[in-house]
């Protein structure tokens, strides 16, 4: 059972076990007395204990782990004994001693360089860190900074949060990849000295010379020899250059997840500024969305939300790459981490919420239909024509997603649409009338309903002329649910049909909708047939097939059983069955059952 004793070693509390203690505490009045004349021994003693309770820091696994004497011998081999260290003449004797060499300590890590800095230290660390001149490291900041249009200012600020400040002598030889051990902690804070003693001179001097002479008397041979015994396996290169291209490979991740997720940060931010925040403001031209936002939800919410939705993980992605381009990178902790997941959860929770009901205003559809009875009988002519109105758009036109919002003469905001349907269709009845069928969508079947009511159409028989209001019209507050009118126009048979031709685009039907005027029969005299119609000014129609012999893939056969031509696009057979010509356009097939002719741009003709 042994004693243990609590130690506060740089201001870093530690349980260790007694003998371990003594033994530290030997080492540290060892190194002490090799300093009592050296100039800065106070900083240099205070770096070297920091460097120490960091190493036991980097050793202890809990709280409660208590340090023993292999925790103590560990350290005192990185940091190297007092004695390996010693200035003076006395370690030098007859027989040159032999020390064993100790580990060069730790990697190269990036610490932000305050002592060679203009603004936070992050270019000289990074100069320091990859072994650049830090000159030409800030012009090239400047230069991508200028090049991603402020991007790379961002970054720089955050890398002035994450990455940490070379505070201790020990942080600042980590920085610049030299060990940390005695030797060059007492050598960096003796740099920091402007004022060096002859004294001090001298013995480097009397080192530097005692050091010739000792490489005088080196055994080359038996260098050569370790040289040989400790140099690496064929493999083993060829396994340190595959792990030095896949650590250049990880950098590279490193920067382009740096930039992806920089350049998405920056432009949630933006979009939350230009959308959200201007929402609040009313800025012109954002009441489109509003328009469009039928459940109500203010567009500052949905902004703030997406924001968090999106940018936490795109936050994590550029974390992810800093960590993979900075080892030492300093966590966010754990409490900032939860926070940010459990926002990003109530931001997914949320949008999700608003989604679900921002459908739910397009669940349900409805519509309202009214009967115009048309005071044209089967004798008459009608002439038919889409009216626009110039104030909202000065051309006839219909397209199911123009959609705007414009202003009345009252000077009051309305939604404004072209999706207005024609359908023609032939009716017994002595008197034509048209039946105008409003349609809209909402949450429920009433509020549907409500919305379709509230569209505004007009129409007007002039004489025989009908003009159809070539769009719609509802109130700012009904918003865009989808509002649509489709016309359809019950004509007497006997009736004669003059379409103009804007009304083109809007009987531009399927077959589905049981449309007897067909597009291309605009600017023609239409007779109304039942549930047809036949053109009384159209020019004879022609049909010709042309079968090319000329051809170079022409091919001619004549048998007994007949002709046959065959040629690319067209081809032609005559046989006991009958007569059969095809080309690109024209299919014409003569046999017992009469003549069937088939052209691609106009309809079939049988006798």
């Known amino acids: 059972m042994n004693k243990t004793v609590n130690i506060n070693l740089a201001g870093i509390f530690f349980h260790i076990d007694e003998d371990a203690y003594l033994k530290l505490q030997r080492y540290l009045e060892a190194i002490k007395r090799s300093f009592t004349d050296s100039q800065g021994r106070s900083e240099i003693i205070a770096d070297i204990e920091a460097r120490i309770a960091e190493l036991f820091s980097e050793r202890v696994k809990h709280e409660k782990q208590v340090i023993g004497n292999k925790e103590v011998d560990e ?164 396994g340190d250059i595959i792990m030095f291209f896949l650590k250049v490979f990880a950098k590279f991740i490193g920067i382009m997840l740096i930039i992806v997720g920089a350049a998405t940060l920056i432009g949630l931010i933006i979009g939350f500024f230009t959308v959200g925040a201007t929402d609040l403001i009313h800025v012109p031209g954002f009441d489109f969305i509003d328009a469009a936002n039928a459940a109500n939800t203010p567009i500052w919410l949905v902004s703030l939300l997406m924001l968090f939705a999106i940018g936490i993980p795109f936050f994590f ?113 002595s008197l034509a009338y048209l039946k105008i069928e409003k349609s809209a ?73 049981d449309d007897i005027l067909d597009n291309g029969m605009e600017e023609h005299y239409l007779k109304i047939m039942q549930n047809e119609i036949k053109c009384l000014d159209c020019p004879d129609e022609e049909y010709k097939v042309r079968v090319n012999i000329n051809d170079n893939d022409s091919h001619i056969k004549i048998d007994d059983n007949g002709l046959e031509i065959k040629a690319e696009g067209s081809n032609l057979k005559i046989d006991d069955e009958g007569v059969k010509a095809e080309s690109e356009t024209v299919r014409v097939n003569i046999d017992e059952n009469g003549i069937n002719i088939t052209s691609e741009d106009k309809d079939t003709v049988e006798e």
């Not at 790379?152 to 070379?166: G, K, M, N, Q, S």
């Not at 004294?199 to 480097?204: G, L, M, N, V």
């Open 317 to 429: 992605v550029f974390y992810l790459g800093l960590k993979i381009l900075i080892n030492n990178l300093k966590s966010i902790g754990n409490i900032a981490k939860f926070s940010l997941l459990g926002i990003w959860f109530i931001a997914i929770i949320s949008l999700i919420v608003i989604g679900v009901k921002q459908a739910s205003e397009h669940a349900f559809d409805a519509s309202v239909n009214n009967k115009e009875t048309l005071n044209i009988t089967a004798n008459d002519t009608l002439r038919v024509k889409m009216a626009s109105n110039d104030a909202y758009k000065n051309n006839a036109y219909r397209s199911g997603n123009s959609v705007r919002l414009v202003y009345n003469d009252n000077d009051e905001k309305i939604i404004y649409s072209s999706d207005i349907r024609l359908i023609v269709r032939s009716t017994k009845d």
């Open 75 to 238: 350290v005192i081999t990185i940091m190297g004994q007092p004695e390996d260290y010693l200035v003076d003449d006395e370690i030098f004797e007859d027989e040159p001693k032999t020390y064993q060499s100790r580990p060069s300590g730790r990697a190269k890590k990036l610490f932000r360089d305050t002592d060679n800095s203009y603004i936070g230290g992050v270019c000289s660390g990074l100069g320091h860190y990859l072994g650049i001149d830090t000159l030409w490291v800030r012009l090239l900041w400047i230069l991508l900074a200028l090049g991603s249009g402020g991007t790379f200012i961002f970054i720089y600020l955050l890398f002035w949060i994450l990455v940490p400040e070379a505070v201790s002598t020990a942080d600042k030889l980590t920085m610049t990849g030299e060990p940390v051990n005695i030797s060059n902690i007492e050598k960096k804070i003796k740099d920091g000295f402007e004022n060096v003693t002859d004294t001090i001179s001298e013995k480097a001097k009397n080192v530097s010379d005692s050091v010739s002479d000792a490489a005088k008397n080196v055994d080359f041979q038996k260098q050569g020899n370790r040289l040989k015994s400790t140099s690496k396996s064929f493999f083993e290169t060829i």
């Open 441 to 513: 969508e909402g949450s429920s079947y009433q509020q549907a309903k409500e919305r379709a009511k509230n569209i505004n159409y007009n129409y007007a028989l002039i004489g025989n002329e009908l003009l159809l209001d070539a769009f719609l019209t509802t109130a700012y507050e009904n918003k865009f649910s989808d509002q649509e009118v489709e016309l359809i126009l019950y004509l007497p048979e006997g009736t004669t049909l003059y379409a103009d031709d804007n009304t083109y685009s809007f009987h531009r039907n399927s077959s589905y909708h």
